[in-house]
């Protein structure tokens, strides 16, 4: 329907409009109308279309895909699983095939064009009525509460839609929370700059994520046989980069982790870079009278931990379940959508404060690499190791001190 009708429902209104239609809306939107709720989804964009993103999805995002039917959809696609994680630190190299999440026992690294698709088209199958380049201009409102939206479509009209409820999956510069003016909090100015681009023939299987002091190269492998090649490097470097960032890259590679460059070398590079140093880590308060946020337009950090749309996809759960309390009248919005904040930041907090330490680039400490060191003839903690990455094991769980002295006096590598 795209573009062709003028949001039908919007004399009537909508229960929920939803500002964005990327990972955080379009799941938000098909979760409500699965709900058997009322539900408009719009985007300035249209789609298929790319967005500034790298794309590995570990297995706890992949989890939700599977329980929302999505998953097989998305694999038929050519997406390749990935079971198998690899670490490199220098001194050590580890492999491992971490534990399931809910029964999920692979992660996929989807091109944004064709995830962000899927799911915009999963969201239509279950009754979203949908509206690509559909500019949200502002926000409707009657006192502090937000009772709606006004924007403009793709053929230049401008309407106004109505609506109980207005969520902005807007992304982190959302003009939804700018507009109510939502609070931030746990805020800490970027900390890392990253650029990324293709790469065909690199005969990746597995992900592969090289660690170094001041450096981090990952490498995934995605659609069409191609693989997504990432170089992170300190916020600091930003302004020496962009000067030249095909050249700082490549330099970057070569000078922290020449066993790699070797391998790009052999391979050809396929498409232009992209990157940001814009990487601000934040939560805001994702609620307000008649308006809710999901995704990075309620809670924002760096990259390094690929974990901005698995949280997208939970946070739709958690937010789409609170709306249907509201919607249903079984409990007041703000108890409800004050319940959402509550679930987000509990399951979220531990992994944003691993996130901070990891987008660090710190060289190991001594006691870690003792740590890896042990791992290395012991698959099985290795696995539960990967299982951080993977998103089914806590790292307050791998890191407690009594499995680590449980795994150094294993490998009889316990300090006296
Ligand atoms: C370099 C980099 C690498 C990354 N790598 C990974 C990774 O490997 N794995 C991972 O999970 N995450 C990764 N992320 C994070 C991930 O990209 C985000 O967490 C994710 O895209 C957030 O999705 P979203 O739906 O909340 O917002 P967005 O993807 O930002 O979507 C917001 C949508 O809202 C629309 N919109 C905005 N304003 C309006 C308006 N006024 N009217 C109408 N529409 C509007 C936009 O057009 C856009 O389509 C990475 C990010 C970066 C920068």
């Known amino acids: 329907m795209a573009g062709a009708t003028a949001v039908t429902g919007a004399g009537r209104g909508y229960d929920v409009v939803v500002v964005g239609a990327r ?15 009322r539900v408009l989804l719009v985007d300035r964009m249209g789609f298929p279309s790319d967005t500034m993103s790298s794309h590995f999805i570990p297995f706890y995002g992949a989890a939700r895909l599977e329980r929302w039917g999505l998953l097989d959809r998305l694999l038929a696609t050519g997406c390749p699983p990935v079971a198998r994680l690899t670490s490199d630190w220098g001194q050590v ?36 009525e949908f509206e690509e380049r559909f500019l949200v201009t ?12 006004r924007g403009r479509t793709s053929s230049g009209a401008r309407v106004t839609v109505p ?39 690199l005969n990746l299987d597995d992900l592969l994520i090289h660690w170094r002091p001041g450096r981090c190269v990952p490498a995934i492998p995605t659609h069409d046989g191609l693989a997504v090649v990432l170089c992170g490097s300190p916020h600091a470097e930003w302004r020496e980069l962009r000067k030249d960032v095909e050249g700082g890259y490549f330099a970057a590679i070569e000078r922290d982790v020449p066993e790699f460059a070797e391998r790009l070398r052999d391979a050809r590079r396929v498409e232009r870079f992209s990157g940001t140093h814009h990487v601000p880590n934040f939560f805001r308060k994702p ?15 760096d990259p390094v931990t690929a974990l901005g749309m698995s949280d997208a996809f939970r946070d739709a759960e958690y937010l789409a379940a609170a709306l249907h309390e509201a919607l249903e009248g079984a409990r007041p919005a703000d108890e409800a959508l004050a319940e959402y ?3 987000r930041n509990r399951d979220a907090e531990p992994l944003y404060k691993y996130t901070l330490e990891q987008a660090r680039y710190q ?23 990967f299982g951080i990455l993977a998103g089914s094991v806590l790292p307050e769980e791998f890191s407690a001190l009594d499995n680590i002295v449980r795994i150094l006096t294993r490998a009889g590598l316990m300090p006296t």
């Open 23 to 37: 990972v955080a809306g379009s799941a938000t939107a098909m979760l409500l109308a699965r709900m058997g709720h």
């Open 93 to 128: 190299r580890l492999t491992g095939r971490p534990p399931a999440y809910q029964g999920t026992r692979v992660g996929v690294c989807p091109r944004r064009y064709v995830l962000d698709k899927l799911l915009i088209d999963a969201a239509v199958e279950s009754g979203v």
């Open 138 to 149: 502002e926000l409707l409102g009657d006192g502090d509460r937000v009772t709606g939206v």
């Open 163 to 201: 609506a109980s409820f207005v969520v902005g999956a807007d992304g982190m510069r959302s003009l939804v929370a700018r507009t109510v003016g939502a609070e931030e909090y746990n805020t800490v100015p970027p900390l890392t700059v990253t650029y990324y681009t293709y790469f065909e023939n």
């Open 287 to 301: 609620f307000g009278p008649g308006w809710a946020l999901v995704g990075d337009a309620g809670y924002h950090k």
């Open 341 to 343: 904040e509550v679930r």
């Open 363 to 385: 060289p190991l400490d001594r006691l870690t690499a003792r740590v890896l060191k042990a791992l290395e003839d012991n698959e099985e903690d290795r696995d539960q190791f």
